[in-house]
């Protein structure tokens, strides 16, 4: 009978001689790209250098990249560009975006520009807390459980008294606790809703190592309790981590202006306003529809959280979440008419922080928050709330007045040029001679290899 544990690590060693290694992390970055490149890009040395010319020149600065996560080799650029003239509660604002899309900053800015000349982006946070969960399991009676939470919640909130010191005296803390009975979806389920308020942080560190201390208390406390049987009926605890749905973090905005005020691309602005409802209405009743109106709103959301080094999974998870809040995924957006006033409106839930981790780490973010005139977590909301609802107009407008092809193509062409080799030279003509004809990938490459053959 030969040793199981021999075959084990044979198999184990054929398996690290092929793809695998062992001990990646410990390497030196050019020993990892040296790695990558003979195991994965069959010795091409154009991709390796690739991955150096992307290095900072400035070495320190790169190490500060490096540190940011784990194996890095390199840096992947995004385009960080500025959409003006968004005029929120009264002042104007500059909105730094950093996207790889054609098309998005254009939109922004073109539905800023326009909102500016009608009064603006209205907008309000309605809330600030945010929620983390101790997850238990438990099989005895749900009154004791309830007993056992009520006699030791003090103990409980008290654990944390250090841990909040700083939060607290920014004006955050633990809001509620509360002992929450979920066996009905799931048997012995029972969890622990904390709810906090951040100050200007995002607070996911803060949240965390409040719930991981609250719950070392309670494995304590539980275990010196005389109401829970020993070994069969004492809480569990599964996990401790906050929630990334943030329906109570909400922020809401708003444009308005009369309806006679719509009037564009030859429709009455009565025309528009109903259309322009009605495209709402679908995004409603459809989900096809809703999540293809929500990447509009995500277009600009993501690319200001992204600019400002925020956690835009975070955002992005919370969001969707929000928006199937119903039971049925729908638009984010409510558009409407009343007495001749068209109102386009929007909730979101952001859980957005203007210091700690990546905001204060890395220099683009500083140089964003300096852009916005360094707002406090609540203004970053209003911002991103209203970029998501200025891309939502334009998409929008554009779908139901020239279609979404005409505009997003004509921004879209610089990058059709580049990809069908055309020259400066060509560029420049192309540019030109597309003011005037339809924009396709095949026109495009068709103009570049006559005008390049014609040259
Ligand atoms: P236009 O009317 O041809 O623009 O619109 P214009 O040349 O007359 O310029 C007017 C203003 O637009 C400019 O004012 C700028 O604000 C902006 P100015 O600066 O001259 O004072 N603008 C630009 N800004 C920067 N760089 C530019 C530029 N061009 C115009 N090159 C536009 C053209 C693309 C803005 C319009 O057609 C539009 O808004 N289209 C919508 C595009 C869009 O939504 N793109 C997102 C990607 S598509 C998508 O992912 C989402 C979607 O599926 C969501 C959904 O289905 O709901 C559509």
Redo the contacts with the bound molecule.
């Keep these: 009978m030969p040793d199981k544990r021999l075959i084990f690590a044979t198999q184990a060693v054929s398996f690290m001689n092929d793809k695998s290694i062992n001990g990646f992390s410990k390497r030196s970055k050019a020993e990892k790209i040296n790695w990558l490149t003979e195991t994965f890009l069959n010795g091409d040395q154009e991709s390796a250098n690739l991955l150096r010319v992307y290095w900072h020149e400035d070495e320190q600065r790169q190490k500060r990249h490096d540190e940011f996560i784990e194996n890095a080799l390199t840096n992947f650029f995004l385009p960080f560009?500025v959409?003006?003239?968004f005029k929120i509660n009264g002042e104007f604002h500059a909105i730094p975006l950093v996207i790889e899309?054609?098309?998005?900053?254009?939109?922004a800015?073109?539905?800023?520009?326009f909102w500016a000349a009608h009064g603006g982006f209205q907008t309000r946070i309605i809330s600030r807390t945010k929620s983390g969960q101790i997850h238990l399991n438990y099989s005895g009676e749900s009154a004791v459980l309830n007993d056992f939470f009520e006699q030791h919640k003090q103990q409980l909130k008290q654990s944390i008294g250090t841990l909040s010191k700083g939060m607290e005296a920014r004006g955050g803390g633990l809001v509620s606790l509360e002992l929450v009975d979920q066996t009905a979806q799931l048997d012995d389920y029972y969890y622990i809703d904390a709810k906090f308020e951040t100050a200007d942080a995002m607070g996911a560190n803060y949240i965390n190592s409040c719930l991981e201390t609250m719950a070392a208390t309670l494995k304590s406390l539980a275990s010196n309790f005389s109401g829970f049987v020993p070994e069969t009926a004492t809480p569990e605890v599964v996990m401790s981590i906050l929630s990334n749905y943030v329906p109570e973090c909400l922020v809401e905005v708003k444009v308005t202006c009369p309806v006679s005020e719509l009037a564009q691309e030859g429709l009455s602005g009565s025309e528009f306003a109903n259309k322009f409802v009605r495209a709402v209405e679908i995004?409603h009743a459809n989900p096809l529809?809703g999540v293809?109106?929500n990447?509009?709103i995500m277009?600009g959301v993501d690319a200001v959280v992204l600019a400002t080094g925020n956690d835009f999974r975070a955002i992005e998870a919370g969001i969707h979440a929000f928006a199937s809040r119903s039971g049925q995924y729908c638009s984010l957006s409510t558009a409407k008419i009343t007495q001749d006033e068209f109102e386009f409106s929007m909730q979101l839930p952001l859980a957005l922080g203007t210091v700690g981790g990546l905001t204060k780490l890395h220099p683009m973010a500083g140089v964003s928050l300096s852009i916005l005139q360094n707002p406090s977590a609540e203004q970053l909301m209003m911002i991103v709330a209203c970029a998501g609802l200025a891309?939502?107009f334009?998409?929008?407008?554009?779908?139901i007045t020239?279609g979404?092809q005409?505009?997003?193509m004509?921004?879209h062409l610089l990058n059709l040029l580049s990809q069908y080799g055309a020259t400066e030279s060509t560029k420049s003509l192309a540019i030109e001679h597309f003011k005037t004809q339809p924009i396709s990938a095949r026109n495009v490459a068709e103009y570049v290899v006559k005008h390049q053959q014609d040259a």
């Design positions: 560009a959409a003006p003239n899309e054609s098309s998005v900053v254009a939109a800015s073109n539905a800023a520009k995004a529809r293809t109106h990447k509009g277009n891309q939502n334009a998409a929008v407008r554009s779908l020239t979404i005409k505009g997003h004509k921004m």
